[in-house]
């Protein structure tokens, strides 16, 4: 039986060798996910004011509307973000509680 | 190792409803089967959907059941995930399918679905099952009403951070896991490889799928079912709710320029539907439906077109000739109105619905060695009397493999491949069960009293 | 024959879980928004949870699917659940499905109770507060009946592994074949002397371009040579017993009047004369006759439709004999029914689009049959008269609307698209353009419905080669009159074409074809028969168009072709195959099963009075039979579940209430109704 610090390294020693194999797609996907934080850390601190319709959003942010409203509907797939009523013909969102740390 | 060896009577590839109904009808009839999925879940095309004409039954009222009998079903073997490579017909007359499952590194005996990786993993991609508008992440449940209802991880896009591995209460994570061989030994094939909407970009006219609140048919089943990205009905440019949404039929079919001349069949009756459950969803939205020939031709399906009608659908004979789109990305529709001394107009909506007709998803002929006609669908030869039979002994067609076709035909075709399978089992199988499962002494009298 | 209702097993299964702490798992589903769009179910489950022996309340988006059935069976496995109520889509859509679940489980099935809040609930209110109380109310209603429930099983009986196909059609031809081809045997029935209905009379038939009687006789060939078919022309049916797996039908068959050495002869001799139904009236044919050259089967028959007092006479080498109808029934025991009875064409009223007024105005079918008839040439001539203009026109007796077309004898109008005439009607139409390149060919129509594989490209090529295509709409049909003007043509057609303005035209023609729609064969015999149900459209109705798309609502009969509804040939076959499928999956292992919900006689309290035979509607299903109870000889009523359809009649008619419904027991209901009229538990409900 190994012990726990033992499988710890064997498993990180293990991703590593995996990475270096995935090495393009890894590379290319680390690329995908600082864009996406960036454009997280953006959205969620537009939306510190407090509920905000896509349109609202994009416009303090300067991003385009699409991508604002798909990053919104991730973040309310995953509970980031909460649908709070209407303001007129669009949806308004506020971040959700465990979003602020 | 020589790889794993299933044997069955009958192979069935593609786990959408026509493959799925097939599986059951042999199934039911004391026939082995083994049900082939290339995607992670079963349920194909029409589990995407929201609610089904003619009935506005939802949609996996009908399916998920199905899936789950499919699941159950204690003569059926479900491989999902899984590549055929080759087909091989043996000495004995009998196919053999060489087989790979890919990996999902994650091991689907003990995933509990709990979705913990998924929430952890910090890697979020656009769900090709909300056609882009939703998202998945690196690791991931296909989705909510999946089957198997098993966590996957999209390798290629994964960073090998570990994250989820670290997570899962059950250690079911695996990064190593390799593809698997298999083969799958059958007396007969049913291909139900379904279909794939006309690419919506086909078309420079309709903005070459560049404008944004220009969208096809399926991505507004899914902006309508309950399950669907944004939960309601919204546009993409903006998340706005529109309140003008234009139908154009016949986009990708009946159309020379796409090579695709033939009429799809059931884009008339979904945007029929489509109208109805958004002026359910949004009763004070516009909606209009440029049309050439409305094709309500099922059983009862004009009577639906009727309702439309009372409902305050407009049906506008009109032919479109071209969809541009002012700043706002208000789509713009340039359009003949044929009823109106083909005058030509433009007009402005909030959202712009292709209906986008059903090409062939999957091209049979190298392995399956079975003809394609020249509308790219699975050939049927005796297409009046033997609908599912194709130019290939012991290998049989279902639903909309064999061209477009609506649920209700899927599922009677399905029925009708099943027939003609069992048949040939029957006759010519080393297998065959010589009229299904044979009845154990004295059950035919017992008699359980209740 | 199944055995008689045994009264002691009800009793075990009244008194079996007795001493079981009764737990109850209430499951809300929200239907993908078809319940929860109007019922917050959440508060249901909310207030449920507070029933006493609920021990688990849930929801779902799906209680159906995998996942959510998978809760269920965790809920039974993990907490002890030992009773289910699902509230959800109606029963007919999910009951078996959830039993299935609870059987997985490891309970018996009938431990479970289905609630329709979709149909009973969510479909019929908007006020949501009102609808959430009321789904409450229907929930806590089955949650009573489930503290109830008792373990039943369902019936078992030994099928026949035989199946009866009505109508001798392409339908019921392929249905025959493909159950044969499963081991099972076949009787097929044909009300007609000859098998092939009405494809027998069709030329080249679409998308295939194929001739209609070769392919057909490629399918009669197979049947005729199958040792498993039994085939009898001229029958019909005309009584049935029994139930799935058994049914005792009988079949009358009518004589082939001439025996076969003779027949030719008779056929020869025959002098009377009859109009000629394969050519839908439009000749005359001898009451002795073959439907066609090359018919199956190939004697000659006489036609004692047309024959009233069934007797005929006839001179033959100078010899006078007399040929007489009579009538046989023959008994046959099956498993299972199809109905392939199929279709009529749509007969236009006398003086519709100038039907039957005008001569220059025939219906499709029988300008199909003119076709065949016509003289080979240049140019079409049709009851010798040169035909230079041909209009046809679409959906007639069809796509009727309330108000604008004159309703059915029944009443109803046929607001339904018959399916293959669109096609029908261009693959004629460019028939006619190869024929016949100087012929004027106008196609006035409201859609053109060329769906099918194949279909579109018709179209086009009528477009291409010069059919003119007018186009009304379905509110302003079009008008069929005499020429003012006879030199140019004898009739005309008269429409607002909106492909041009919606400006009035006048089409001439010499020859009208109207392209009339199916109508289902009259079936009411066999309605009353086998208890199915004909829909609106008077075709016969599905269970379900997705679930069940070929079965009927009566366990063993299945339906083939059109008698269903409009279909192509291929359709048709399509629709015969899937319901073999369905009597193979019924009768190829020997057993069906049938649901327990069938009356009960508590032997103790049945006095043998007896009124509840006289009120049941079922024969056999309830009879009264001598048994020694406690020594004494006594007369008591006896159930035999096979045939009791779980009416109930006997339960309210009984005296002494000896009788219960299994699985519906007047204590259940009692239970029900208190529920329903109790206090509901205290939610907050938003509104
Ligand atoms: C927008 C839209 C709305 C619709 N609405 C309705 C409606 O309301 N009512 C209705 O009746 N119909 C509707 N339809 C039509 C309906 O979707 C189809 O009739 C139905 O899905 C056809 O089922 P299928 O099983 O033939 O094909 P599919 O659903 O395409 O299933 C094929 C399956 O085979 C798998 N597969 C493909 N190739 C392979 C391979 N090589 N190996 C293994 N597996 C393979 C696929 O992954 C898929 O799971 C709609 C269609 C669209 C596009
Ligand atoms: C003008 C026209 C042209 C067409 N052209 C084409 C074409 O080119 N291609 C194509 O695919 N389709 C075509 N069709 C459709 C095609 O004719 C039908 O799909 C097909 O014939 C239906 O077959 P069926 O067996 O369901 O019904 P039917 O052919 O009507 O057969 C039913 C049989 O049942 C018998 N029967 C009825 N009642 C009873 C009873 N009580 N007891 C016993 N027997 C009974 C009848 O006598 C008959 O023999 C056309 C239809 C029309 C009207
Ligand atoms: S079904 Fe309607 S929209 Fe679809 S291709 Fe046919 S005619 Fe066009
Ligand atoms: S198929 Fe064509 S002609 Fe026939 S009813 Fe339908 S629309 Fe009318």
């Known amino acids: 039986m190994t012990d726990k610090k033992e499988d710890t390294k064997n498993r990180a020693a293990m991703l590593k060798s995996l990475r270096e194999k995935h090495k393009e797609t890894v590379e290319k996907t680390q690329a995908l996910l600082k864009h996406n934080q960036s454009i997280r850390k953006q959205i969620r601190q537009a939306m510190q004011s407090g509920p905000m319709t896509v349109p609202e959003v994009a416009e303090a942010t300067g991003l385009p509307s699409d991508r604002v409203l798909w990053h919104v509907t991730a973040m309310k797939k995953y509970d980031l973000v909460r649908e709070v009523g209407m303001s007129g013909e669009y949806y308004q969102y506020e971040l959700a509680q465990k979003e602020n740390q | 190792m020589a790889p794993r060896t299933i044997k069955v009577d009958a192979l069935v590839v593609g786990g959408g409803i026509a493959g799925m109904q097939s599986a059951l009808d042999l199934a039911d009839q004391g026939y082995q089967v083994a049900l082939v999925e290339k995607q992670p879940s079963i349920g194909g095309k029409m589990i995407e959907l929201s609610k089904v004409f003619p009935t506005l039954d939802c949609c996996s009222c009908i399916t998920t059941p199905k899936m789950s009998a499919v699941a159950h079903n204690s003569n059926i073997q479900l491989f999902t995930y899984c590549d055929i490579q080759s087909v091989d017909k043996q000495g004995d007359g009998r196919f053999v399918a060489q087989v790979i499952q890919k990996p999902r590194y994650v091991d689907i005996e003990t995933c509990t679905a709990c979705r913990q990786c998924e929430y952890a993993c910090p890697i979020d991609l656009p769900h090709p099952f909300d056609q882009n508008l939703g998202v998945h992440r690196a690791i991931y449940v296909p989705f909510s009403t999946a089957v198997p209802q098993k966590a996957l991880i999209d390798i290629d896009n994964c960073i090998l951070c570990g994250k989820c591995e670290r997570v899962c209460p059950v250690g079911c994570v695996d990064f190593t896991q390799q593809p698997e061989e298999l083969a799958i030994e059958a007396t007969a094939i049913v291909l139900a490889t379904g279909f794939e909407i006309t690419p919506t970009d086909a078309k420079a006219e309709y903005g070459g799928g560049k404008l944004l609140n220009v969208v096809n048919a399926l991505t507004v089943e899914r902006l309508l079912a309950p399950t669907g990205p944004y939960g309601h009905v919204l546009r993409p440019s903006d998340g706005k709710e529109p309140d003008s949404i234009a139908y154009i039929q016949c986009a990708g079919s009946r159309d020379k320029s796409l090579g695709v001349e033939y009429c799809s069949r059931i884009c008339c009756m979904y945007a029929i539907k489509q109208s109805m459950l958004i002026s359910g969803a949004l009763p004070l939205a516009d909606i209009a439906i440029y049309y050439m020939d409305i094709r309500t031709f099922g059983k009862g399906y004009d009577q639906f077109y009727q309702t439309a009608k009372a409902m305050g659908v407009q049906f506008i004979k009109g032919k479109v000739a071209k969809i541009t789109e002012d700043e706002n990305q208000n789509p713009i529709v340039r359009v003949e109105l044929i009823d109106e001394g083909s005058q030509v107009v433009e007009r402005q909506h909030d959202m712009v619905v292709l209906s986008v007709g059903m090409v062939s998803k999957y091209d049979p002929r190298t392995i399956y060695d079975v003809n394609v006609a020249g509308d790219g669908f699975v050939d049927t030869p005796l297409t009046n009397v033997s609908p599912c039979v194709t130019s290939r002994p012991g290998v049989f067609v279902s639903g909309s493999a064999a061209g477009p076709m609506d649920i209700v035909d899927s599922i009677v075709m399905a029925g009708a491949a099943a027939a003609e399978a069992a048949a040939y089992i029957q006759a010519t199988g080393p297998n065959g069960h010589g009229g299904g499962r044979s009845i154990a002494a004295g059950e035919e009298k017992e008699l359980a009293h209740a | ?687």
């Open chain 3, 1 to 687: 024959m199944p055995e008689k209702h045994d009264s002691k097993a009800a009793a075990k299964a009244k008194s079996s879980p007795k001493e079981e702490e009764v737990r109850i798992g209430a499951y809300t589903c929200y239907c993908g928004g078809n319940i929860s769009d109007v019922v917050y179910c959440e508060k249901v489950a909310e207030a449920l949870a507070k029933l006493p022996n609920v021990v688990v309340s849930r929801t779902d988006m799906s209680m159906c699917s995998d996942a959510g059935q998978a809760k269920i069976e965790e809920d039974i496995r993990e907490h002890g659940v030992n009773r289910v109520v699902v509230g959800a889509c109606a029963p007919s859509l999910h009951e078996q499905t959830f039993r299935g679940t609870v059987q997985r489980a490891g309970l018996n099935p009938f431990f479970y109770h289905h609630v329709g809040l979709r149909e009973q609930d969510s479909w019929v209110h908007h006020d949501r507060v009102a609808a959430t109380k009321k789904a409450i109310r229907l929930m806590s209603a089955g949650i009573a009946k489930a503290r109830l429930l008792e373990p039943l099983e369902h019936i078992r009986l030994s099928a026949e592994k035989h199946a009866l196909v009505i109508g001798g059609g392409i339908a019921g031809l392929r249905a025959a074949r493909d159950i044969s081809r499963r081991g099972l045997k076949v009787t097929l029935i044909e009300r007609s002397p000859f098998l092939g209905g009405h494809m027998a009379q069709l030329e080249s038939i679409f998308p295939t371009e194929e001739d209609a009687r070769t392919v057909l006789h490629g399918l009669i060939e197979e049947v005729a040579a199958d040792p498993n078919i039994t085939l009898y022309t001229s029958s019909e049916l005309t009584g049935v017993r029994g139930y799935v797996g058994d049914y005792q039908v009988q079949i009358t068959q009518q004589s082939r009047g001439v025996d076969e050495d003779v027949a030719e002869e008779a056929m020869a001799a025959c002098t009377l004369e009859v109009p000629d139904d394969y050519n839908y009236g439009l000749t005359q044919r001898k009451v002795i006759y073959k439907a066609y050259p090359g018919c199956y089967p190939p004697t000659p028959a006489v036609d004692w439709k047309n024959i009233p007092d069934g007797k005929l006479e006839l001179k033959m080498n100078g010899k006078k004999i007399k040929l007489e109808n009579k009538p046989k029934t023959i008994d046959v025991k099956v498993g299972a029914i199809v109905i392939a009875t199929g279709f009529t064409p749509y007969e236009p009223r006398k003086g519709e689009y100038g039907y039957g007024e005008l001569p220059e105005v025939v219906t499709m079918p029988q300008f199909i049959r003119l076709l065949a008839m016509a003289p080979k040439g240049e140019e079409l001539v049709i009851n010798e008269k040169p035909v230079r203009n041909i209009g046809f026109i679409h959906c007639v007796g069809s796509r009727q609307i309330d108000d604008v077309h004159e309703p059915q004898p029944d009443g109803e109008v046929n607001n339904y698209c018959s399916r293959v005439c669109c096609t029908a009607t261009l693959h004629l139409a460019n028939d006619l353009r190869h024929r016949f390149p100087d012929l004027n060919i106008f196609d006035v129509y409201e859609d053109i419905r060329t769906y099918g594989r194949g279909h579109e490209d018709y179209y086009i090529e009528a477009s291409e080669n010069r059919v003119v295509f007018l186009r009304f709409h379905g509110e302003e049909p079009p008008e069929v009159v005499a020429s003012p003007d006879d030199d140019v043509s004898p009739v005309q057609i008269k429409l607002k074409d909106y492909l041009t303005w919606g400006e009035e035209v006048e089409v001439p023609a010499d020859l009208i074809v109207l392209a009339v729609g199916i109508m289902p064969n009259p079936v009411d015999d066999l309605i009353n028969l086998l208890k199915v149900s004909p829909g609106t459209d008077r075709f016969l109705l599905e269970v379900h168009p997705k679930l069940r798309p070929v079965e009927t609502a009566v366990p063993g009969i299945v339906l083939a072709g059109t008698a269903q509804g409009p279909m192509t040939i291929q359709e048709s076959c399509a629709a015969a195959s899937a319901a073999a499928a369905k009597v193979s999956v019924l009768l190829s292992q020997g057993l069906v099963e049938l649901e327990p919900y069938v009356a009960r006689v508590d032997l103790d309290l049945c006095k043998g009075s007896g009124e509840c035979v006289e009120v049941c509607a079922y024969e056999d299903a309830i009879t009264l039979e001598s048994m020694t109870i406690g020594g004494k000889e006594v007369k008591r009523a006896v159930v035999s579940p096979a045939n009791c359809a779980g009416c109930g009649a006997c339960v309210s008619a009984c005296p002494n209430r000896a009788i219960d419904l299994q699985g519906w027991t007047l204590g259940q209901y009692q239970s029900m109704i208190e529920a329903i009229v109790a206090e509901i538990p205290a939610v907050e409900i938003e509104s």
